[in-house]
């Protein structure tokens, strides 16, 4: 195994085509954060972003067999690219090919490579890492079948949700879904109601931030099938009262961003554009809706089934590695004392959104 490092701009034309094709012919790696597009797309905003292409000798001479996408940070640490908002993280590669994760690890200058969204089938990096937690993602399966997906949901939520969409359609106007909307003005909508939410639970704001928002238009609407941004939109009469940012391949919908407007609540909106986004789904190939780890009631009541995801790391045996799990551990007590303390976590997340907007 040959492996070459490169900044993701360097890739060239049949780098993406050969991974392209790596991630069709294999249902596991079909997810769109997997995709070269999306590696791309951090690699604009991000300086850490780096891509290892990975290739075997053979008769008919070298052999481009795998990419592996990552950040680079301070003492060889490594981080899945677009860490802290990517939801399935691994190696793109050819079927049955099998690699040796701490050699990957030396050839990319990595002394520990940290994951929390491991996909599964990443069998070797399982192998030699050190998982920490096992998690559920819960998916809607649909399979070009919408009717089975809902003969497959609980009565009582059906009905219930069915009873709010009509007093939505005779309060406020018909209901109405349009599955991309690929407006700028919309995208805005969505990060003004989102930002909101996440500053009311407390948490890290990181669509208030340029750079993200430029990865976000970025890849919105992006003429692929292995990675493309769709805004969904659920309108009552002409007034938007939900949206969904996904990212969408050839056989998954990948959920990122979904927000509404506080001021339909009472409707549960997001409920009604969820069930109306598996129909127009399903009608376009779509094989199932990621929802992401993570609890919810929501995603209890609408999910059919669940992948596992992984959290850990792969590491060297090298001073660098042992200095970067001891970081690592420091690292999840504090935060742990953080959030055991209401005060201090909403101390700490106001102090955060203030460095990136300083940023």
């Known amino acids: 195994m040959d ?13 993406i085509g050969s991974w392209r094709a790596m991630q069709q012919a294999d249902p596991a790696l079909a997810n769109p954060f997997l995709s070269a597009e999306f590696t791309l797309a951090v690699g604009h905003q991000r300086a850490t972003a780096r891509v290892a292409r990975l290739t075997t000798a053979g008769p008919q001479g070298a052999r481009t067999v795998g990419f592996f996408p990552f950040e680079r940070h301070a003492l060889g640490s490594g981080k899945p690219i677009g860490s802290g908002f990517c939801d399935c993280q691994g190696l793109v ?7 040796d994760p701490v050699e990957l690890l030396r050839a990319c200058d990595l002394a520990v490579w940290e994951y929390d969204h491991l996909a599964a089938g990443q069998t070797p990096f399982e192998a030699a890492g050190t998982p920490r937690a096992r998690a559920a993602s819960p998916i809607m399966e649909l399979n070009g079948d919408h009717g089975a997906y809902l003969e497959n949901l609980p009565r009582k939520f ?14 406020a106007g018909p209901v109405r879904l349009v599955f991309h909307a690929p407006e700028p003005l919309l995208l805005d909508i969505l990060i003004r109601w989102k930002s909101a939410q996440l500053r009311a639970k407390g948490r890290r704001d990181l669509l208030s931030q340029e750079w993200f928002q430029a990865i976000l238009r970025e890849l919105l609407d992006l003429p692929s ?9 659920l309108y009552a009469g002409e007034e938007p009262v939900a949206m969904r940012y996904e990212l969408r391949s050839r056989r998954v919908l990948a959920g990122w961003f979904p927000a509404y407007d506080q001021r339909f609540a009472r409707y549960s909106p997001g409920i009604l554009l969820y069930l109306k986004l598996a129909e127009a789904a399903a009608e376009r190939g779509i094989a199932h809706i990621d929802l992401g780890k ?6 209890d009541d609408l999910k059919t089934a669940e992948l596992t995801v992984t959290e850990g790391y792969v590491a060297r045996r090298t001073p660098k590695a042992a200095l970067c799990r001891a970081r690592m551990a420091s690292g999840r007590t504090a935060r742990a004392a953080v959030r055991a303390n209401p005060a201090v976590h909403r101390a700490a997340v106001k102090a955060a959104n203030a460095v990136d907007r300083l940023h």
């Open 225 to 233: 099938e292995s990675c493309s941004g769709t805004l969904s939109v």
């Open 158 to 171: 059906l009905k219930a949700a069915r009873q709010k969409e009509r007093k939505l359609s005779r309060e």
């Open 3 to 15: 492996v070459t490092v490169l900044r993701p701009d360097e890739l060239t034309a049949a780098d």
């Open 93 to 99: 590669h050819e079927p049955g090919f099998a690699w």
């Open 294 to 299: 993570g609890a919810g009631t929501h995603k």
